[in-house]
């Protein structure tokens, strides 16, 4: 987590050496690439870092007891037991870590107001599913501007897989992140 977020205050440091305007900056990530940049987008309000979006592919709890997670352990790519592996290779023992997982933890969130605007994109078949509308919610709660899309008959990962599947092409993720930055 530390690494994502000082290549970020590098970024902006160093943004005008290379030409790029450090106003204009968004993060983004699927899956627990959309944690680190959830991650990042506090920490960059926190140290003045202005970002324009986050574009977010799922992945913010750590319980795995939401609905979806119930409705879809098995047979969608994604399984309750790879999870669980996930899980064991990134962290020791605190799940209550926000870092890990910005949605429950419970010691030690921060408030998400005056983060970036956030577009999140929800595959309706994925064990992650509810967890991304409850982040969604929470950050509207905070007052955040929100662009949820629910990608219909989409497991996890879909988004790596374009080249295979034309919702993908469709997605709006490139006019969202056009549209933050101009």
Avoid at 94 to 121: K, M, Q, S, T, Y
């Amino acid at each position: 987590m530390n690494d994502a977020f000082d290549a970020l205050q590098w970024l902006a440091r160093e943004a005008p050496t290379f030409g790029l305007d450090p106003a204009w900056l968004a993060v983004g990530g699927d899956s627990a690439g959309g944690t680190l940049a959830i991650v990042c987008a506090v920490l960059a309000r926190d140290a003045g870092i202005d970002l324009r979006l986050q574009l977010l592919i799922s992945g913010t709890s750590a319980w795995q007891q939401s609905g979806s997670h119930e409705r879809l352990a098995e047979d969608y790519l994604l399984s309750g037991e790879t999870i669980q592996w996930f899980f064991a290779q990134y962290l020791r023992d605190d799940r209550d870590d926000w870092r890990f997982a910005p949605l429950d933890a419970a010691n030690g969130v921060p408030d998400f107001e005056g983060v970036a605007p956030a577009w999140i994109a929800a595959a309706d078949h994925d064990p992650l599913y509810d967890e991304d509308i409850a982040f969604a919610e929470r950050l509207r709660q905070a007052g955040v501007p929100v662009m949820f899309v629910r990608y219909e008959g989409m497991i996890h990962e879909f988004f790596k897989m374009g080249g295979f599947l034309p919702e993908v092409a469709e997605a709006d993720a490139v006019r969202a992140l056009r549209g933050a930055l101009e």
